[in-house]
């Protein structure tokens, strides 16, 4: 486990962009530090890591998962998000502790909403009765990017999508001030669209949301 992650973070300092991390930097409101490795030039960096034979055993995941985010080059925890998706088909009930601490440690939208649509997507998926409970318990919370999570894990789901589900999440969350929740629920509206328009326009119609929101949902629809 140590050899992989010193490995990789070798390639990583190697690739390193001082002039690339000042831009990246500024981009995410200066909330974090990055080598300046640009996206295609991280993902062949990866590519070897995330192969089959060379992931670590599932037992080891957290750990890693855990160091990689405490590390503060952000490259580290595009990583880790993209090491977790490769085990979705041996998610565990108890895994959603590790998404959880994911999700709030670090949190921004970069990170926030691959967590949300690929892992929780998938996790629920795998443990559909663990859906209302999480929900529920999120949306009660302070928390935006749990909010968000909430919002956005159906992000993928088409027609698999709980409309019901959706319509309780969206309502429980329409009246805020954030940014990244009003956004959040175009998002999802505009996505399930491409499957169901008819109902994303009732929808919109019938609920009180925000500009934005409304805006984002029938950006598609309207053309």
């Known amino acids: ?21 000042v831009g990246q930097k500024a ?3 200066n909330r974090f530090d990055f080598y300046g490795i640009k996206t295609p030039i991280r993902r062949e960096i990866s590519k070897p ?27 580290f925890q595009y990583f880790a998000q993209e090491l977790c998706f490769k085990y979705s088909k041996q998610f565990e009930l108890k895994d959603i502790e590790l998404f959880e ?10 990170t926030v909403d691959f967590i ?6 998938a996790y629920f998926k795998t443990f559909p009765e663990q859906i209302i409970q999480f929900n529920e318990n999120r949306l009660m919370s302070e928390n935006i990017w749990l909010q968000r999570t909430a919002l956005l894990f159906q992000l993928k789901y088409k027609d698999s999508t709980d409309t019901a589900l959706l319509s309780y999440i969206i309502n429980s969350l329409t009246g805020s001030k954030e940014f990244f929740i009003n956004k959040a629920i175009g998002w999802v509206l ?3 669209g491409k499957t169901n328009p008819d ?9 009180d949301l925000a500009p934005l929101s ?8 309207q053309k």
């Open 1 to 21: 486990m140590k050899e992989y992650i010193k490995t990789l973070e070798n390639e990583f300092q190697r690739n390193a962009n001082a002039e690339n991390a």
């Open 27 to 29: 981009y995410m409101k």
């Open 49 to 75: 890591f995330l192969q089959k034979q060379y992931l670590p055993e599932k037992k080891d995941l957290e750990p890693i998962i855990k160091i990689l985010w405490n590390k503060p080059q952000r490259e």
């Open 190 to 192: 505009r996505e399930y």
């Open 199 to 207: 109902w994303v326009t009732e929808f919109v119609n019938k609920t």
């Open 116 to 121: 949300a649509a690929k892992i929780a997507g």
């Open 214 to 221: 409304r805006k984002e949902a029938l950006r598609i629809i």
């Open 101 to 110: 601490f994911m999700i709030v440690d670090k949190s921004w939208w970069d």
